[in-house]
C-alpha cells in the first residue's frame, strides 16, 4: 500500500510525551525562547502515567519543613537523601545523578507550589531515612501543566504516536509520526528531541499502568543507535488487588500497607515476611516485598486468585475506621483510582484482599548523563525511561520528584542545543522505510496472527518467563520465542485496512517495540548472574558485591545485541564488598566520603 507523508512540521524542540516530564521539558524550553512542539499519543492532562500517581513527590525531610512548613526533620539533607537512593538501588545507581536529583528536588517542587499545585499530606515511606513525600496526586500536576503550557506558547499534538526517529551522522533530525485519528503520517523536522515517553509496563500481564506505557522511546532511541541500561530492573508493586477483577492492578492495598500496619499472608497464614527482612517486615522495600511475594506464589502458597493475602484484621477496629480520615485526601474514605471500596467489601478489613506485584516502574531505560544527552547528537531523555537514577530499585516517591528535576534539565539543554543546530533534510532511506513498515500493517490478507493474538503472546512471555522471578532456562526459552515473533511482525493482520482510528494498527505498530523493550531486558537478565533489586534469579539467589556491582549497558547495531558492564562509580558511599544474602546489608554504615 502506498503511503505517503500528507504534512510537515518544523520546529526547535520536538518534545514525545507531554505528562509530568514532557510538561515541565516544554515548559523549560519555550522559557528559552524556542519554538517547542510537543507529542502525546493520547490527550493531554488525561493519558500516561503521572496521570496515574496517587502520589508523593520527594525532597529531603529538612527542605519540606524550612520550605513548605511541614513536620520534616532538620537532622535530614540532600545527602542523606542521596544515601537512602543509592543503599535503595542496591548500589548501582549512577550517584553524580542521585546528587543532581536530591540538590534540585526542593527547587522544583517549589515551583510546583509556586505556580499553584497545593499539597495535601506528608508521610514516611519505606526506604527512607526520614519522612520526605509531600503528597500532591499526579492528576492535580498533569492539570496544573496543562493550562501552563496552553499559555506558554508550546504546540501540542494529541493522538499522534511518533513511530520512528530520523537521524544522519550529525545527530536526529525529526521524527515520522501517525496521526490516529485521521490515519495521516506527520514529518516532524526539529533541531532536537526530548523523549518524554516513560516506561514499558504494559508488556506485562498484571500491571498498575495505563495503556500507554508500551516502550515506545525506549525501542525508538535504541534503533537509532542510543545505549539502554539496567534493563533488567522492571519494578514491582507489591501488594496490588487480584480480586475481584474489577479491582485488577489498583494500588488501594498497597497505599495501606505502606500507611498502616499490614501482614502479608500465604495460602497457609504465614506472615512470609519473616523470612525476607526480619526486622522491617512488610515495611521493607518494595522491591523485597515483591520478590517474596513472587516467590511464594511461585512455591504454591498462593490464595484462590493466584496471589497472597494482604490482612488488617489484627488492627482495632475504631483505628481503621479512623484511618480513613487521616489519609492523603485523595486516598480518604476507602476512595482510590475512582472505586469506593466499601462497594467491593462490606467490611473492608474484615477479610484479608488478595493481592499480588505488578509491574509499576521501569526502573532502567535510555541511558542518559547529568545534561540528559543519550550519546546520540541531539536526542535527550528524561523521566521514567532513563536510567541511572535508581539503579536496581527506586525508593517511593521519586518518579513524580524525576519528573520534575529531569524534565527541567532535559528541556534546558535540548533548547541550548537547538540554537546552533540546523534543520536537516531527512534521509530518503529511513523515510520509504518507515511508510512501509505502516503500510504494510494495513495490507489485506496477511498470513499472520492478529495484532491482538502477538500483544498477548507477548504478554504471555513476560508474564510467565520473566517476571520479578526468573532463571536461564525460561529467560532463553524467552529469547527463542521472541525470534519467532520478529519473524512473524511484517505478518501482523488487522481485522480493517482503514487508517483512520485503527486502534489495531497502533498497537501493531506498539508490538515491536514491545519486542524491542522486552529483548533487552531478557538479556540484560541473563548477563546478570545474581539476585539484586527488582531481580531474583531462583538460580542465582546471592547478591554478589564483588562481581555485578556494574550496570548493564544493551545497544544493538544492525541488528545485532552487544552488553556491556560498566562498573559503578563511587563517589559518595562505599560499596559493600564480597556476597550476601539477597535483600540484606542495605544499612551498611559508612556516611558521606
Known amino acids: 500500500m502506498k503511503i505517503s507523508i500528507e504534512q510537515e512540521f518544523h520546529c526547535d524542540v520536538l518534545v514525545i510525551g507531554t505528562e509530568g516530564t514532557g510538561a515541565r521539558a516544554a515548559l523549560e524550553a519555550a522559557r528559552l525562547g524556542t519554538d517547542v512542539l510537543a507529542v502525546t499519543k493520547g490527550f493531554l492532562a488525561r493519558s500516561g502515567a503521572t496521570l496515574t500517581a496517587d502520589g508523593e513527590i520527594d525532597v529531603d525531610s529538612r527542605s519540606a519543613k524550612e ?47 509556586d505556580w499553584g499545585a497545593k499539597l495535601e499530606g506528608f508521610i514516611h515511606a519505606p526506604g527512607h531515612t526520614y519522612p520526605r513525600g509531600l503528597w500532591i496526586p499526579g492528576i492535580k500536576i498533569v492539570r496544573l501543566f496543562a493550562r501552563r503550557m496552553s499559555n506558554s506558547g508550546v504546540s501540542i499534538l494529541e493522538n499522534t504516536l511518533v513511530i520512528e526517529l530520523l537521524h544522519d551522522t550529525d545527530g536526529v533530525l525529526g521524527a515520522v509520526a501517525l496521526h490516529i485519528p485521521t490515519g495521516q503520517l506527520f514529518l516532524i523536522r526539529s533541531r532536537a528531541i526530548v523523549m ?92 523485597i516485598n515483591a520478590v517474596a511475594s513472587a516467590m511464594e506464589i511461585r512455591d504454591g502458597k498462593s490464595s484462590m486468585a493466584g496471589g497472597t493475602y494482604l490482612s488488617f484484621k489484627h488492627l482495632p477496629k475504631n483505628l481503621l475506621d479512623f484511618s480513613s480520615s487521616w489519609f492523603p485526601r485523595n486516598l480518604r474514605g476507602l476512595k482510590a483510582a475512582g472505586f469506593n471500596l466499601r462497594d467491593f467489601f462490606p467490611n473492608p478489613y474484615e477479610d484479608a484482599w488478595e493481592v499480588a506485584p505488578a509491574c509499576h516502574f521501569w526502573n532502567g531505560g535510555i541511558r542518559i548523563d547529568e545534561q540528559c544527552a543519550t550519546g546520540i547528537p541531539g536526542l535527550f531523555a528524561a523521566g521514567e525511561g532513563t536510567a541511572g537514577l535508581h539503579g536496581a530499585n527506586r525508593l517511593a516517591g521519586n518518579a513524580l520528584t524525576m519528573t520534575q528535576v529531569w524534565g527541567a534539565r532535559a528541556g534546558y539543554y535540548a533548547a541550548r542545543y537547538s540554537k546552533n543546530t540546523a534543520l536537516r533534510k531527512p534521509p530518503k532511506d529511513q523515510m520509504d522505510a518507515i511508510r512501509e513498515k505502516f503500510g504494510v500493517l494495513l495490507e489485506p490478507g496477511g498470513s499472520g496472527p492478529s495484532v491482538i493474538e502477538m500483544r498477548q503472546e507477548i504478554k504471555h512471555l513476560a508474564g510467565d518467563c ?46 515491536e517495540n514491545m519486542l524491542d523493550v522486552l529483548e533487552a531486558v531478557v538479556r540484560s537478565s541473563l548477563m546478570r548472574k545474581e539476585s539484586r533489586g527488582a531481580m531474583y534469579r531462583v538460580d542465582y539467589p546471592t547478591t554478589h558485591d564483588d562481581r555485578f556491582l556494574c550496570n548493564m549497558v544493551v545497544r544493538r547495531t544492525n541488528g545485532k545485541w ?19 544474602v539477597y535483600g540484606r546489608e542495605r544499612d551498611y554504615k559508612n556516611g558521606n566520603k
Open 67 to 113: 520550605i513548605f512548613g511541614v513536620n520534616g526533620s532538620m537532622d535530614d539533607s540532600p545527602e542523606q537523601f542521596a544515601i537512602d537512593m543509592i543503599k535503595g538501588g542496591d548500589y548501582l545507581p549512577n550517584q553524580q545523578l542521585v546528587a543532581i536529583h536530591t540538590e534540585e528536588a526542593p527547587r522544583r517542587v517549589k515551583e510546583l507550589v
Open 562 to 580: 552487544s552488553i556491556e558492564e560498566m562498573p559503578v562509580e563511587e563517589r559518595y558511599l562505599t560499596f559493600p564488598k564480597g556476597s550476601r
Open 466 to 511: 520473566v517476571g520479578i522471578v526468573r532463571d536461564d532456562s525460561s529467560l532463553n526459552q524467552t529469547l527463542d520465542a521472541i525470534a519467532s515473533l520478529r519473524e512473524q511482525l511484517p505478518l501482523q493482520q488487522v481485522t480493517s485496512s482503514t487508517n483512520i482510528f485503527n486502534h489495531e494498527c497502533t498497537e501493531g505498530l506498539q508490538n
Open 196 to 287: 518524554a515517553t516513560g516506561g514499558a509496563m504494559r508488556i506485562f500481564p498484571l500491571t498498575t499502568a495505563p495503556n500507554e506505557l508500551t516502550g515506545d522511546g525506549m525501542a525508538m532511541a535504541l534503533r537509532c543507535g542510543a545505549s539502554l541500561m539496567d534493563m533488567e530492573f522492571p519494578m514491582f508493586l507489591p501488594y496490588c488487588f487480584i480480586s475481584p477483577p474489577a479491582l485488577e492492578g489498583v494500588i488501594f492495598s498497597y497505599n495501606a500497607s505502606a500507611l498502616l500496619e499490614g501482614h502479608a499472608l500465604n495460602r497457609h497464614g504465614e506472615r512470609y515476611m519473616k523470612k525476607w527482612d526480619p526486622l522491617r517486615l512488610e515495611k521493607t522495600t518494595r522491591d
